[in-house]
């Protein structure tokens, strides 16, 4: 099964862009790139997801490598409620709908 | 209001006595899902559904069942729970996985503790 690859943990000051990395070396053409936060004490709640162009919302960018092997969530102005762990996720579709999570990075805010 | 309910949040109970645990979600969707959350595992999806009795496993089934009787209800069943299924359980729905907007919503979590 893909799996995805993200670094245990980043940090950011409060106001600045925060760039989080994923490496999904064994995606396959079928996989999306879904993102998931999850504050404290919450479950996981839906950020962005693309399959190959970059994407754009009111929360975040995720912007995906041409070869798609990797792909980058970007926050644009990191604010103190932005402090949670990151999920990079593929969803696929073959033989089913699994959805495989990563470790996921929890993000530091720095006020 | 959209939502995907849990019940019980917070539940105690004793090696081998069988326990369900509900998920209901509201938005009509195709998709519903059960994950458990370790830590330093992140999430790892147990079993899910792409409609009314239509199941698959995830990536770690065992000791685990479900029923989808109804769209709405995704039960997850522990016929004889041991301590290393302590852990908190996320429920998650979407639309069919067809539809470009798959987002999941996943439910506030049930914290499990096997003695």
């Known amino acids: 099964d893909a799996k995805t690859t993200q670094p245990n943990s980043m940090e950011s000051n409060e106001e600045e862009p925060v760039h989080l990395p994923c490496n999904h070396s064994t995606i396959s053409g079928t996989d999306y790139i879904h993102w998931y936060r999850q504050l404290p004490s919450q479950g996981p709640e839906y950020v962005i997801h693309?399959?190959?162009s970059n994407v754009n919302n009111r929360m975040a960018s995720l912007a995906i490598a041409e070869d798609r092997k990797s792909s980058t969530l970007i926050l644009h102005r990191a604010t103190l409620r932005d402090a949670a762990v990151y999920y990079c996720i593929l969803r696929r579709n073959t033989g089913g709908f699994k959805t495989i999570f990563g470790a996921g990075t929890r993000l530091f805010v720095k006020a | 209001e959209a939502q995907v309910t849990q019940n019980p949040r917070y539940l105690i109970t004793v090696t081998g006595k069988k326990l369900t645990v509900t998920c209901s979600q509201n938005?009509?969707?195709?998709?519903m899902s059960w994950y458990r959350q370790d830590p330093g595992l992140g999430l790892r999806q147990i079993y899910y559904?792409?409609?009314?009795?239509?199941?698959d496993k995830g990536d770690v089934p065992e000791g685990y069942k479900v029923s989808r009787k109804e769209k709405r209800n995704f039960p997850l069943i522990l016929e004889s729970p041991s301590p290393n299924q302590t852990s908190l359980y996320f429920c998650a729905s979407s639309p069919y996985e067809g539809s470009w907007h798959n987002e999941q919503f996943f439910g506030p979590g049930t914290r499990l503790t096997v003695l």
């Open positions: 938005m009509n969707h195709e998709y």
């Open positions: 559904s792409m409609n009314v009795e239509v199941t």
């Open positions: 693309g399959l190959t």
